[in-house]
């Protein structure tokens, strides 16, 4: 049976009107007859400016309203909502022009959903992850080293331009230490193995960011290194000279190369390409960078970029305050391109002992990570930031880092709309009990990575200890606690399909169903439900943007972002959940990947 549904029907602004009252069910039936069956049987990306889109099953589109109420159809005039309801019922009230409007439906067992945001990604390094594939070699047995060296060696061979040139940069995003035989870090020797490489400046960045393996060429041309980075590591060989891996904050020693238009574009090309082939037509960039944004920008005023972006501006800790300089960016390219919010990082990362932690770590008890942000430097920032109309969205994923800066929040948000600001915490991954608490009272969103979960769940014991373990990932304490949270899986850390967060945030498994706490999930009691899970890729992450009011749900008057799926995620077996297909991705009214 269908829910009712609470909105009825408005007409658009092109549609006239003078006359009369028309009986929405007329253009229906006519539509049915001329339509209904061989609409069935199409794939199209080529729909009309008006049509109407249905499930066969009853009540199979979950609009993700505030009721979470169930539909059996979406009916489009351009790139707007102007109609959500059943054949024959809801729909019925609806007063349009008398023009034949064509039915689509999908295949049976489907269902619909919002078009999907991941709410913390990077997606032109996602592109450059894929243009050399520094992953591929977690799978091989013996030296990885020799692999990744082959990797980029062949990617030289393979463009002329760059064999024929050896002072060209190559960069590259994706090595991981943590899965390689070997356990050690990587070091500029390694990239010396093959004559083809040997001379030539490389830059590899780490799959989680935080990190950057180089070769001897390119430590040459940035010498001479400072003896120690605070918030950050130089990694020395036994001489006492820069191996070439710099962690966290001393990535900024080493000069990276100016893009040009033509990389950027090949980068976005292939994120895109696997964001719409996903059902993801919102992405929420965590850190983009000055000539990054300004190419997303380009993109947007010749109406040319293909997705969705938020843009968390990226702020070095070391560089002069900009808040009251640069003005945001807000729906440009027909409400394409938001940047509103600043991205800062308040320490580094669990995997490389960055994590700034409270105790010591449980595996290496001589440290305790490190901050990467002072208080001093988060009270000062913080509320100019603010103050100048600027979302303040922090990095923080050890327990120490989530506590200094939902301290610092809590004395810059004193006396203000937070609604108005709404800051988050980016990961929010290892919580005192105390500070799960916080979130909903100060309104903090809480922007998460359910996929971590399900690839952290295996080591990170080892390095927290039983007792710490515990607030890891509580996704259910932070809810319960009247906070909001936003899901994302900071591709190319993970892989960007939403549906794999969705599983792992309600299961807390493996793919293959296991965890190190058996087939039930890794602290079970932290689960989501579906309906949270749903919401935390559709309207969380659009209030997390400031775009609720036009994203995040199939609701009249809503920009028409929806996804068709291959089955009902919110029915299935949780082991189908992984093998639905995305059968179509509609941004503004039009199918940009797959069709109906």
Same mark, same amino acid.
Request: aromatic share 8%; net charge negative; with cysteine.
């Given at each position: ?8 029907v408005?007409?658009?602004?092109t ?5 009369g ?21 199409q ?16 009540a ?13 159809c ?18 019925n ?10 039915v ?15 709410? *913390?990604?990077?997606?032109? +390094? ?7 594939? &520094? $992953? !591929?070699?977690?799978? @091989?047995? =013996? ?14 061979l ?11 940069i ?6 991981? *230490?943590?899965?390689?035989? +070997?356990?050690r ?5 390694? &990239? $010396? !193995?093959?004559?083809? @490489?040997? =001379? ?17 060429a ?11 980075m605070?918030?950050?590591?130089i ?50 960039d ?39 300089k ?8 027909d ?10 990082f ?62 610092a ?45 399900t ?17 890891l ?33 309600i299961?807390?498994?493996?793919v293959?169903g ?41 609701e ?11 089955q ?29």
């Amino acid at each position: 049976m269908e829910e009712k549904h609470k909105d009825k029907v408005a007409a658009p602004s092109t549609v006239k009107q003078s006359r009369g009252r028309l009986v929405f069910f007329l253009a229906v039936l006519l539509a049915a007859v001329g339509y209904g069956l061989q609409s069935r049987q199409q794939l199209s990306k080529d729909v009309p400016d008006a049509y109407i889109l249905c499930t066969p099953d009853d009540a199979k589109v979950y609009t993700v309203d505030t009721a979470n109420s169930r539909a059996q159809c979406v009916a489009v005039n351009g790139s707007y909502i102007i109609g959500v309801g059943s054949l024959g019922g809801s729909l019925n009230d609806t007063y349009l022009d008398a023009s034949r409007m064509p039915v689509f439906y999908t295949p049976a067992g489907s269902s619909i959903v919002p078009g999907m945001t991941d709410s *913390h990604c990077h997606i032109l +390094e996602y592109g450059a992850s894929k243009i050399i594939p &520094l $992953e !591929e070699g977690k799978t @091989i047995k =013996g030296t990885f080293f020799r692999k990744v060296v082959a990797s980029i060696r062949n990617y030289i061979l393979k463009n002329p331009d760059i064999h024929a040139n050896k002072s060209k940069i190559i960069e590259g995003w994706g090595w991981d *230490h943590t899965v390689w035989p +070997e356990k050690r870090w990587p070091s500029a020797a390694d &990239l $010396e !193995e093959d004559p083809v @490489i040997r =001379g030539r400046p490389v830059v590899l960045q780490s799959k989680d960011g935080h990190g950057i393996w180089v070769s001897r060429a390119t430590l040459e041309a940035n010498m001479p290194f400072i003896q120690d980075m605070e918030g950050g590591v130089i990694a020395r060989d036994a001489n006492g000279d820069a191996s070439g891996l710099f962690l966290d904050n001393a990535q900024d020693l080493v000069e990276l190369p100016k893009a040009t238009d033509e990389s950027l574009y090949k980068k976005l090309d292939v994120t895109v390409k696997t964001a719409l082939s996903f059902g993801l037509t919102s992405l929420h960039d965590a850190a983009l960078k000055p000539e990054s944004l300004a190419f997303f920008e380009r993109q947007a005023a010749q109406g040319t970029l293909p997705i969705r972006i938020y843009g968390m501006r990226f702020f070095n800790e070391t560089e002069e305050y900009w808040g009251d300089k640069v003005k945001p960016i807000i729906g440009a390219g027909d409400g394409r391109l938001h940047s509103r919010s600043v991205k800062m990082f308040g320490d580094g990362a669990l995997r490389t002992g960055g994590a700034a932690l409270y105790e010591p770590y449980f595996d290496n008890p001589s440290t305790n990570g490190f901050m990467r942000l002072s208080n001093e430097a988060m009270d000062n920032l913080i509320p100019r930031f603010l103050r100048d109309g600027w979302q303040v969205n922090v990095h923080a994923i050890g327990d120490r880092a989530n506590g200094l800066v939902l301290d610092a929040f809590e004395r810059a948000l004193d006396g203000v709309d937070v609604v108005a600001l709404r800051p988050r915490l980016e990961h929010a991954q290892l919580l005192s009990e105390s500070d799960m608490k916080r979130f909903g009272r100060l309104g903090v969103i809480a922007s998460v990575q359910p996929t971590h979960v399900t690839d952290d769940m295996w080591y990170a014991e080892d390095r927290l200890g039983p007792e710490r373990i515990k607030g890891l990932y509580a996704f259910r304490s932070i809810l319960d606690n009247n906070a909001r949270i936003t899901l994302g899986s900071d591709f190319p850390v993970e892989g960007p399909n939403p549906l794999a967060g969705f599983f792992a945030a309600i299961t807390r498994v493996a793919v293959d169903g296991s965890s190190p706490h058996g087939p039930g999930g890794w602290f079970p009691e932290q689960k989501l439900t579906r309906q949270e899970a749903l919401r935390g890729l559709t309207i969380d992450p659009a209030y997390a943007s400031f775009t609720e009011e036009t994203l995040g749900s199939l609701e009249v008057g809503k920009r028409c972002d929806l996804v068709v799926l291959s089955q009902d995620i919110m029915t299935i077996p949780v082991d189908q959940i992984l093998k639905t297909k995305v059968l179509a991705t509609v941004m503004d009214g039009k199918p940009v990947y797959g069709g109906f």
